[in-house]
């Protein structure tokens, strides 16, 4: 199958800081990825789709100034956390599918990444 | 809007027992349902795909159903083992954009 890959896998920041997570498709190219975020013990919630070479997409409630998303090349999005504060800690995860927003062709997970904000 | 549920949140099994895991979604226009695996700090693995065309898919001791028409999906675990605790997670996608929308989980503990 695909192979979706995140770096880092986990990050340790001051709060106020900011952090960013790469998310690439290694073997495919990934014209839309998506974030989503899981907290403890609860579900994958999307934060937002990203199309290559066009804005982010965010769901209702996620602060767009500060979770930015940058989807620059068919096999890399990144999604930068700014202004890190403790309540952002949490797992994020990315995923990757080949096709626009109108596919519906299977969507690839990378393995994820526990931010922890002190 | 799709809301996806799952019943039920936690289940433990002695080794051996076959179980149903199940999954009911409130939109059936559904392209198609997904079922993965997650294991505690890790990310999703897929486990099972089935097309809205289909009514189920088997996978070695996994056999997963679908029915669209009453919104509804299993997934039948047979004769499991300490390795198949993790939590269960389903996903079906549709709607504007083709987003993936989740279930809650399902947290299986198979006692050896």
């Known amino acids: 199958g695909a192979v979706v890959s995140q770096h880092p896998s986990w990050v340790i920041c001051k709060s106020g800081t900011s952090v960013k997570i790469e998310c690439r498709s290694l073997?495919?190219?990934?014209?839309?990825m998506f974030w989503y975020r899981q907290f403890p013990k609860q579900s994958l919630m999307l934060m937002a789709t990203?199309?290559?070479?066009?804005?982010?997409?965010?769901e209702q409630g996620v602060e767009k100034d500060k979770f930015l998303i940058n989807h620059a090349s068919l096999t890399l999005s990144t999604l930068t956390v700014t202004s890190a504060h403790p309540e952002d800690s949490s797992f994020y995860i990315c995923?990757?599918?080949?096709?626009?927003?109108?596919?519906?062709?299977?969507?690839?997970f990378g393995p994820g990444t526990r931010l922890t904000v002190l | 809007k799709q809301e996806v549920t799952q019943i039920p949140a936690a289940l433990s099994v002695p080794e051996g027992e076959n179980l149903v895991l199940n999954c009911s979604f409130t939109?059936?226009?559904?392209?198609?349902l997904q079922w993965f695996r997650q294991d505690p700090g890790k990310g999703l693995t897929s486990l099972l795909l089935?097309?809205?065309?289909?009514r189920e898919q088997t996978s070695g001791r996994l056999n997963a159903s679908l029915d669209k028409s009453s919104g509804r999906s299993t997934l039948y675990i047979a004769a499991s083992q300490p390795g198949d605790s993790a939590t269960y997670l389903c996903?079906?996608?549709?709607?504007?954009?083709?987003?993936?929308?989740f279930g809650a989980g399902t947290i299986l503990r198979v006692k050896s």
């Open positions: 995923s990757a599918r080949e096709g626009g927003a109108f596919s519906y062709n299977e969507q690839f």
């Open positions: 073997d495919f190219q990934a014209t839309t």
């Open positions: 990203s199309n290559e070479g066009s804005k982010a997409t965010y």
């Open positions: 939109d059936s226009a559904i392209y198609n």
């Open positions: 089935i097309q809205s065309s289909q």
């Open positions: 996903a079906a996608l549709g709607g504007y954009g083709n987003k993936l929308v």
